[in-house]
């Protein structure tokens, strides 16, 4: 099946850089896509605080793959001519990046990236070839030597008329547990002979309200499962940042890490942070799928960043998802580096080094996005943001071109950086439950 493309804007978008200056930027293709050799054109508007093209300053542009290579560096005096344009092109399927700042000051860099040939990026390295017999044994030793019956406490003060709240956590390794939610409708007449719908999620990384927050649906049984396995998310953000605080402070001084999505990773597959938290949530999914009350007809998928990550690993381990939605995903590509591009979050690569880093290499193909795709077999969406620092485009096309399902589509977020939403979103949304997208098609 042929890639579909999408586009969000048409020829430009403001993009916000700190300091003064904002910039108006524009690629002569309105799809921001080309082919390998072609010459890409980016023209700039650099803005004043009014909004207005500024009539003085220099701005310092540089473009290069989204990785090591470098394609041109300028810097542009606003007084001699404002909008400018810079030129550059790549040989080789990736992303072209443009970097703007203001110059000689230290501020926030703006990007903008087109693509090349996306469909064609390849991932940084092979799949194990233990990879299935990894993960077959992981789940099999975790029901040999734990109960996979879950801990399940009811939460008054969270529940509605339309639906139960409840606190769920499942044994994983270590005598660990994985924690989450969970949302159960009280109208059973709102079910389909008894049964209801399923809508299952991992939430993004960092302290925010969207770890401790699932939203309950009258008509829909909803579970959101977390990654941490030290800890139990609280329900507010200053519970959230001191487990946080304190996670951190045990990692370092376990593994030489604080970082929680590195953590282990140099040490074995067996010591990563993520190892028990995808084998827990995996658990999870068998648990609820096994319910009387679940229509298995519509067990769905969404996350975004860490939890689209998550979404790879627990699409290409688990049948039982009949549709999914991956906003922006992490995990992708996280080898992208041996390939000359910059890796997918959490970007281990920049948290070790030497002998450390060399053994991290050797564990992290077991989590790598990339290497799950090809496992995905039910209808998947995907979005990238063409300017995602933190998810890089090359590392989500990277793992996307690998998924197996012949039902999947890119969505292709132009100008759009990490944490942005998607005029996408609501559409996918509605997708995901059951909605039409075939509309939605711009270019194949």
Same mark, same amino acid.
């Given at each position: 099946m042929r890639i579909h493309l999408f586009a969000v804007f048409s020829a430009a978008v403001l993009a916000v850089l700190g300091g003064d200056l904002t910039f108006k930027i524009a690629s002569d293709h309105e799809d921001a896509l080309y082919r390998c050799g072609e010459t890409a054109t980016f023209t700039v508007t650099a803005l004043d605080e009014g909004g207005k093209p500024a #009539? #003085? @300053?220099?701005?310092? #542009?540089k473009l290069d793959d989204w990785g090591r290579l470098s394609i041109a560096t300028e810097t542009f005096d606003l007084a001699k001519g404002n909008p400018f344009s810079i030129k550059g092109k790549l040989d #080789?399927?990736? $992303? &072209? =990046? +443009? =970097? +703007?700042?203001e110059a000689k000051k230290k501020v926030k860099e703006t990007v903008w990236g087109v693509g090349y040939e996306p469909e064609c990026i390849r991932k940084g390295s092979p799949s194990p070839d233990d990879f299935d017999e990894f993960w077959a044994e992981t789940m099999k030793r975790l029901d040999a030597t734990t109960s996979p019956e879950p801990t399940i406490v009811r939460i008054p003060e969270k529940c509605s008329k339309e639906f139960d709240f409840f606190r769920?956590? $499942? %044994?994983? $390794?270590?005598g660990r547990r994985v924690s989450g939610m969970l949302t159960i409708p009280t109208d059973k007449s709102k079910s389909r002979n008894g049964r209801f719908p399923v809508r299952f999620s991992v939430p993004s990384a960092g302290v925010g309200a969207w770890t401790f927050t699932l939203r309950g649906e009258p008509a829909a049984i909803c579970m959101m499962m977390t990654v941490h396995t030290t800890f139990e998310t609280p329900f507010s953000l200053e519970g959230v940042a001191e487990c946080h605080k304190r996670n951190a402070k045990m990692l370092q001084e376990k593994y030489g890490c604080s970082y929680y999505a590195v953590a282990g990773l140099d040490k074995s597959r067996e010591d990563y942070y993520f190892y028990p938290a995808i084998a827990g949530i995996n658990r999870a999914v068998n648990w609820l799928a096994a319910r009387p009350d679940v229509d298995l007809s519509d067990f769905t998928y969404a996350g975004g960043s860490q939890g689209g @990550? $998550? @979404?790879f690993a627990l +699409? @290409? &381990? %688990? =049948?039982h998802f009949t549709r999914a939605v991956l906003r922006v995903p992490a995990l992708t590509d996280i080898m992208g580096r041996l390939a000359g591009r910059t890796s997918g979050w959490p970007r281990y690569d920049g948290h070790f080094r030497d002998d450390r880093l060399a053994a991290a290499d050797k564990n992290a193909p077991y989590f790598d996005g990339a290497n799950f795709a090809s496992r995905i077999t039910c209808p998947t969406r995907v979005v990238v943001g063409f300017a995602d620092t933190t998810c890089p485009p090359c590392a989500v096309y990277a793992a996307y071109n690998n998924i197996a399902s012949k039902d999947k589509k890119m969505y292709n977020a132009i100008g759009m950086g990490h944490g942005k939403r998607s005029i996408y979103y609501g559409l996918l949304e509605k997708w995901q439950r059951g909605g039409d997208d075939s509309k939605s098609c711009i270019r194949k």
């Open positions: #009539a #003085a @300053g220099e701005v310092e #542009a #080789a399927p990736g $992303f &072209l =990046r +443009l =970097r +703007l700042k769920i956590s $499942f %044994n994983t $390794f270590e @990550g $998550f @979404g +699409l @290409g &381990l %688990n =049948r």
